[in-house]
């Protein structure tokens, strides 16, 4: 089934803003094999720098595979994201996690 949507207006992201965007890289340690029709979920918890109660974001990219692959070793994968948590520089993340599904 299609669906079709006819966009009017589009609005530019707010880039003069300090932390506007973040870039978000995962690098795997070790090589992996997926199976085909299936995805790779990369997931990562951001803890901003606020001083006494710091903002945490989860924080989950889905890239979808056709084909069965292998990713090697050392692989870099970058996402970018809006900061609609508005969360302070410097930010760290933690909990960083590869999901997928086995050949």
Do not use: C, H, W
Not at 64 to 92: H, M, R, Y
């Amino acid at each position: 089934m299609a669906i079709e949507i006819s966009v009017t207006n589009a609005a530019a992201f707010n880039t003069s803003v300090s932390d506007a965007f973040f870039d978000i890289s995962f690098t795997n340690d070790a090589a992996f094999s997926y199976a085909g029709n299936s995805s790779i979920y990369y997931y990562a918890l951001l803890t901003d720098s606020t001083a006494g109660t710091a903002k945490t974001q989860q924080v989950t990219f889905e890239v979808p595979k056709t084909e069965q692959g292998t990713i090697d070793a050392s692989t870099t994968e970058t996402f970018t994201i809006e900061n609609t948590e508005e969360l302070l520089s410097p930010v760290t993340a933690s909990e960083g996690r590869i999901l997928y599904v086995a050949q």
